[in-house]
């Protein structure tokens, strides 16, 4: 079956960037992130293609404020190797001052990482929510005010 000279260069064309791949690049982050809690952001960089990767990859996390841009909230750096087979994870912990005074509306924060050195500049956002507060524990016993050296037991609708 002969195919027509116009569909067989789309074809080739389509076709080229596979053989140059550039690294694949991959940034995981929580749902939400923590104030006052260290966070762990995970970024890694493998090949599509027959090559592995080869050399160091720098990697530049960045969280600024959204939507604006205007402060920086945490930075690292992170390199990437063989010797970690191109992953890593960073630990990032968001201020206080973020999110106080309270503001109308939901807080965010753009998490940002550069890849060099590429052939082009390579980059990743990800806008994440922040959560004010870490959460509560709450505990029923058989003492109306608990205290740590007083003993509780769990009701006896819960044992």
Do not use: C
């Amino acid at each position: 079956m002969d195919m027509p000279w116009p569909v067989g260069l789309i074809l080739l064309l389509l076709g080229t960037p596979l053989a140059h791949a550039e690294p694949l690049y991959i940034l995981v982050t929580p749902r939400a992130l923590r104030v006052g809690s260290p966070e762990t952001i995970h970024v890694q960089a493998h090949s599509d293609s027959q090559q592995s990767l080869k050399g160091t990859l720098e990697v530049n996390l960045t969280v600024w404020d959204f939507p604006m841009k205007k402060t920086v909230v945490a930075k690292s750096h992170l390199l990437l190797s063989e010797a970690n087979n191109f992953m890593k994870q960073a630990s990032v912990t968001i201020p206080e001052s973020l999110i106080y005074p309270p503001q109308p509306g939901q807080q965010h924060v753009i998490i940002r990482a550069n890849w060099a050195p590429t052939s082009t500049t390579s980059f990743m956002e990800r806008i994440v929510p922040v959560a004010p507060h870490a959460g509560y524990i709450f505990i029923q016993t058989d003492k109306p005010l608990y205290t740590p050296e007083h003993l509780g037991r769990a009701p006896r609708h819960l044992a």
